[in-house]
């Protein structure tokens, strides 16, 4: 199959072009990072969505771009909508043209964290703008005519070229001696991406459509998290302090007791979910083979 990959060059992007590139034609784009042979694409600019994917012409087209920044999104609740939802109703609207299946890639934000973990058919209720802006977005792909698939997801971790998730910033803060504060009230099934996109290939190529979680197995709040890294990574776990999020001055809200449940996914998939320990030691066996990066010195031992 054809397959577009909107958003190539973050973290999930990049792992899916790994994951698709030996099976399928596989085309990534990207906006604000360059990355060697990407097509550049602001998904807020409807004709210039348009004109690229009508040429390009994809079976698939998935779309992991967002402004997943919580915070900056409170802070810009404009830019936060326009990226974030009016990108989607662009990329809704090519995709159209050319009758593709859109793979939508959505967050546990959606829930209030009042009584997580959450199976894909329970009411949303979300406590921040990004959390809003996913809702809305997911609510436009649902009403769309194009064939898709939404892909719930919840702190997905693993190697990362621009270094943004939780568990490559919490490495290169303790490998340089930072004290780190981590709230310890916050759950959620944290997800190893190498791991969630093997699943996404197996149900975009089983043809599954709607709406799965896909997510670890396992819930546990950020501070466990945060240690148990530590102790795969070899760091020192001393540096790490558990907190109450309200300590951390935060301007968004978190669910407290978020996560997602997974038994619908785990009824199709037969790729098995990777529980935390695996993924970071599978996490430190990747980087341990990989040039070290500027940015991120000496990650992994």
């Known amino acids: 199959m054809k397959m577009l990959i909107i958003g ?23 906006f604000s990072y360059p990355m060697p042979d990407m097509y550049s694409l602001d998904m807020t600019k409807s004709g210039t969505v348009t004109d690229f ?45 050319i009758k593709a299946k859109v793979v939508f890639f959505s967050t546990d934000y959606l ?19 990004y959390g809003k802006a996913k809702n809305e977005a997911e609510q436009l792909i649902r009403q769309s005519t194009c ?15 621009q270094g943004k998730n939780f568990v490559v910033r919490l490495n290169e803060r303790l490998r340089q001696g930072e004290k780190v504060k981590v709230p310890n009230d916050q759950f959620s099934t944290p997800t ?21 979680n896909i997510a670890g197995p396992e819930l546990l709040n950020r501070y466990d998290f945060a240690v148990l890294a530590a102790e795969i990574f070899e760091l020192d776990r001393s540096l790490i302090t558990p907190v109450a999020t309200g300590e951390l001055g935060q301007q ?7 996560g997602l449940k997974v038994d619908k996914v785990r009824s199709v998939a037969v790729t098995p979910l990777m529980n935390v320990r695996e993924g970071l030691i599978d996490m430190k066996k ?16």
């Open 53 to 97: 994917i009508t040429a390009l012409k994809p079976d698939v087209i998935f779309l992991p771009a967002a402004l997943p920044d919580v915070e900056a999104c409170e802070k810009k609740p404009e830019l936060c909508r326009r990226v974030n939802i009016d990108g989607t109703r662009n990329v809704l609207a090519a995709a159209g043209e």
């Open 192 to 212: 190893y991406v190498n791991n969630l996109c093997a699943i996404i290939k197996e149900l975009v190529e089983s043809g599954k459509e709607g709406i799965y």
């Open 286 to 301: 990747q980087w341990s083979g990989i040039a070290a990066v500027k940015t991120i010195p000496a990650l992994v031992r």
């Open 252 to 258: 968004a809200l978190r669910p407290l007791r978020g």
């Open 8 to 30: 190539a060059s973050g973290q999930i992007g990049f792992n899916l072009c790994q994951a698709l590139a030996g099976s399928h034609q596989v085309t990534g784009t990207y």
């Open 111 to 129: 829930f209030d964290g009042a009584a997580g973990p959450y199976a894909e058919t329970e009411p949303s209720n979300p406590l921040n703008m």
């Open 147 to 161: 064939p898709h698939l939404i892909i719930r997801t919840s702190v997905v971790y693993g190697y990362e070229k």
